[in-house]
């Protein structure tokens, strides 16, 4: 069993599970650094993004777009293609736990387990946290003292699964995107 990221006494990684990340072809940085902003709806970060909101070297954190969380794997395509036709295209780095499309452009770190919904480090994030990626260590880490992470592990609760039917079933019993998506068995 791989030791909890909240015991390691080491570096607290976004992605203990696994994520997915994409250079896009005019960017080949293989370290970012950035101050994160938290958004749980893609039209928020579409929105402060016209705004004016973001700026070079943030790192754009969109959470609950995982399995469980969409429910269904939700794309960050819409932000991803607003980001491209701005200015800041290739000065932000995005981490999601949705799914990626081709449209990026920067540096993307995308389907990252465990996902925000199950708890994983991602639901988290604080705006302002420091976050750095480094493709070659494989790495992405987030820059918050342990202690601190701790105490905002206590505070967080589940969000309550709000689908009805075969959806709330499917948010139910998913398995993270680190094992495939599929539906766990259930056992009666």
Known sequence: MVPSPWQSGGPITLASDSCIVKLGQRDRALTFTGRAKVYTEQVRAISDLGAGALAEGDVVVLRGLGPRGGP????????????????????????TDGQLSGLNSG????QVTPEAFAGGPIALVEDGDEITLDVAARTLTLNVDEEELARRKARWTAPPITETGYLAQYAQLVQPLSKGAVLAERRF
Do not use: E, H, R, Y
């Not at 607003?82 to 800041?88: D, I, R």
């Not at 540096?107 to 995308?110: D, E, L």
């Open 72 to 95: 269904g794997v939700a794309s960050a395509s819409w932000f991803t293609a607003a980001l491209n036709g701005s200015s800041l295209a290739n000065k932000i780095m995005i981490v």
């Open 107 to 110: 540096i993307v770190a995308g």
